[in-house]
């Protein structure tokens, strides 16, 4: 992991917004949009859930520069939220099916995406 990687995830974790949790069945995790270097990106970048597991991300818009809104989708399980700065919103869907998908901002398409890997089981 490259020092930048390091410094990003030890921030992350000092603000306790990586929080794998929930009861057996259920998966709650945290986003933050963030912009690293001059690109938006949704950190950590990638999540792992099991299929068959209730998804439920918390999501937060930190992005101090305009625009005050972004996307997160995942177009396989029909997400898309609008998150404006300073206003956290929660999504939930079942993770149905296996494989690696893609979490995009629908609002900013050239920012960086992330990914979601749901495991056969
Ligand atoms: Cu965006």
């Known amino acids: 992991m490259k020092a930048a990687a390091r410094i990003v995830l030890a921030a992350l974790l000092a603000l306790g917004v990586i929080v794998p949790a929930g009861a ?3 998966r ?3 986003a933050v949009n963030i912009n690293y270097e001059g690109n938006n ?3 950590p970048g990638t999540y792992v859930v099991k299929k068959g597991e209730k998804v439920r991300f918390k999501l937060f818009n930190r992005v101090k520069a305009d ?4 996307g997160f989708a995942i177009d396989e399980f029909n997400v898309k939220v609008d998150v ?6 929660t999504v939930e869907f079942t ?8 979490i995009w901002c629908h609002l900013h398409p050239a920012h960086l995406a992330g990914q979601l890997l ?3 089981k």
Request: charged fraction near 35%.
């Open 95 to 102: 993770a149905d099916k296996a494989g690696l998908f893609r």
């Open 28 to 30: 709650e995790l945290h």
């Open 84 to 89: 404006y700065r300073d206003k956290p919103e």
């Open 41 to 43: 990106v949704w950190a």
């Open 24 to 26: 057996e069945g259920e």
């Open 67 to 70: 625009p005050n809104v972004h």
């Open 118 to 120: 749901v495991l056969e």
